[in-house]
């Protein structure tokens, strides 16, 4: 099985169904897997059960979301479709086992405040490039990390090019205003050759702790996310931050100034409108502030009622019901009246 899942990357390669490293990793990673859970036997001999015995393991072990496990159940999917196309197996056994139900994704909304903290705890220029660029651009972090100077040698503009973006879909994304300074720091230092982001490493440690940067060499995806978490923490953003929540906050943006969604869904480089969509399917949390905007129940009084050192008073307009014993009461007693 190992040999068929070589000529199945290659062909995939070949077609266009496999276009970046990361794609391929996480394809070898799943069809291995799945190889050493069945012995790495004749593929023609493959049932439902080895399938279902394969997301069942790889599910539990890494302890992965429903949406993950389905996206490994596609890669089955497609490798036994192909195998399907070359001869080798006459049914398709990974379409034989139910899909997850999927989970809507929990996506942290960044505030505007949120996202002018974040600008301004920026300590180091390294760190103003990634949150500047992933905030006011809204790269995807590969896109970013394969930033060259060329990429921004035209001024008001990013280039994503197609050996960087996602589904090599070209497109070119506005400098906006606030993000001119970082763009106009970054074609004054950085060749055309050069990568914006480069790679980094101690010198000498741990006796010296001094970051040595290598501009031929791509930053790791490992490093963008600390970067950006940690300016986050730095903040005081509760809710931890990763790079993709600044894509959102990017898109939410963009999409309060009115534009259309197809403006939206070419600046983000999306192939369909639907995955748009997803970014869009609901308000911000600043325009959710905007809109209960001085809404309440017109209760006075309201503070000093949760005040626990006032005294509560009753503001409903309602007069306090009184008992008067004496009125109802005779010289032998209370009246039956």
Same mark, same amino acid.
């Given at each position: 099985m190992?040999?068929?899942?070589?000529l199945?990357?290659?062909?995939?390669?070949?077609?266009?169904?496999?276009?970046?490293?990361?794609?391929?990793?996480?394809?070898?990673?799943?069809?291995?897997?799945?190889?050493?859970?069945v012995?790495?036997?004749?593929?023609?001999?493959?049932?439902?059960?080895d399938?279902?015995?394969?997301?069942?393991?790889?599910?539990?072990r890494?302890?992965?979301?429903?949406?993950?496990?389905?996206?490994?159940?596609?890669? =089955?999917? &497609?490798?036994?479709?192909?195998? *399907?196309?070359? %001869?080798? #197996?006459?049914?398709?056994? $990974? !379409?034989?086992?139910?899909?997850?139900?999927?989970?809507?994704?929990?996506?942290?909304?960044?505030?505007?405040?949120?996202?002018?903290?974040?600008?301004?705890?920026?300590?180091?220029?390294?760190?103003?490039?990634?949150?500047?660029?992933? =905030?006011? &651009?809204?790269?995807?972090?590969? *896109?970013?990390? %394969?930033? #060259?100077?060329?990429?921004? $040698? !035209?001024?008001?503009?990013?280039?994503?090019?197609?050996?960087?973006?996602?589904?090599?879909?070209?497109?070119?994304?506005?400098?906006?205003?606030?993000?001119?300074?970082?763009?106009?720091?970054?074609?004054?230092?950085?060749?055309?050759?050069?990568?914006?982001?480069?790679?980094?490493?101690?010198?000498?440690?741990?006796?010296?702790?001094?970051?040595?940067?290598?501009?031929?060499?791509?930053?790791?995806?490992?490093?963008?996310?600390?970067?950006?978490?940690?300016?986050?923490?730095r903040?005081?953003?509760?809710?931890?931050?990763?790079?993709?929540?600044?894509?959102?906050?990017?898109?939410?943006?963009?999409?309060?100034?009115?534009?259309?969604?197809?403006?939206?869904?070419?600046?983000?480089?999306?192939?369909?409108?639907?995955t748009?969509?997803?970014?869009?399917?609901?308000?911000?949390?600043?325009?959710?502030?905007?809109?209960?905007?001085?809404?309440?129940?017109?209760?006075?009084?309201?503070?000093?009622?949760?005040?626990?050192?006032?005294?509560?008073?009753?503001?409903?307009?309602?007069?306090?019901?009184?008992?008067?014993?004496?009125?109802?009461?005779?010289?032998?007693?209370?009246?039956?009246?």
């Amino acid at each position: 099985m190992t040999e068929q899942i070589d000529l199945y990357v290659k062909d995939a390669k070949a077609l266009g169904r496999i276009r970046s490293l990361r794609t391929e990793q996480t394809y070898r990673s799943v069809l291995l897997r799945h190889a050493d859970l069945v012995g790495n036997r004749d593929m023609r001999t493959i049932g439902r059960d080895d399938i279902k015995r394969t997301l069942n393991e790889i599910s539990t072990r890494q302890d992965v979301s429903p949406n993950t496990r389905n996206t490994y159940h596609a890669i =089955l999917t &497609a490798f036994y479709t192909w195998a *399907e196309q070359e %001869g080798i #197996r006459t049914s398709n056994p $990974a !379409r034989q086992v139910r899909r997850a139900r999927p989970e809507e994704p929990v996506i942290y909304r960044l505030t505007q405040d949120e996202a002018v903290r974040l600008l301004l705890a920026c300590n180091s220029r390294r760190e103003r490039r990634i949150i500047n660029i992933l =905030l006011l &651009a809204g790269l995807r972090n590969q *896109e970013l990390r %394969g930033l #060259r100077g060329e990429h921004l $040698a !035209r001024p008001g503009w990013i280039w994503v090019s197609r050996d960087i973006a996602k589904g090599k879909r070209e497109r070119w994304v506005p400098v906006l205003q606030q993000l001119e300074p970082v763009a106009s720091e970054i074609r004054d230092n950085v060749a055309p050759d050069e990568y914006v982001i480069a790679h980094r490493q101690v010198i000498d440690p741990p006796m010296n702790t001094t970051w040595r940067e290598d501009p031929q060499r791509p930053a790791s995806p490992q490093a963008i996310w600390r970067t950006v978490k940690d300016v986050g923490r730095r903040a005081n953003i509760a809710h931890p931050i990763h790079p993709h929540l600044l894509r959102h906050a990017y898109a939410a943006m963009i999409r309060d100034s009115q534009v259309g969604i197809d403006t939206v869904q070419a600046l983000l480089g999306h192939k369909d409108i639907t995955t748009t969509m997803m970014y869009l399917d609901r308000p911000s949390p600043d325009e959710l502030a905007i809109r209960t905007l001085g809404l309440g129940f017109g209760t006075q009084g309201l503070s000093s009622a949760n005040d626990p050192s006032e005294p509560v008073k009753a503001t409903t307009g309602i007069e306090p019901v009184v008992e008067d014993n004496e009125a109802n009461t005779g010289p032998d007693g209370p009246s039956d009246e």
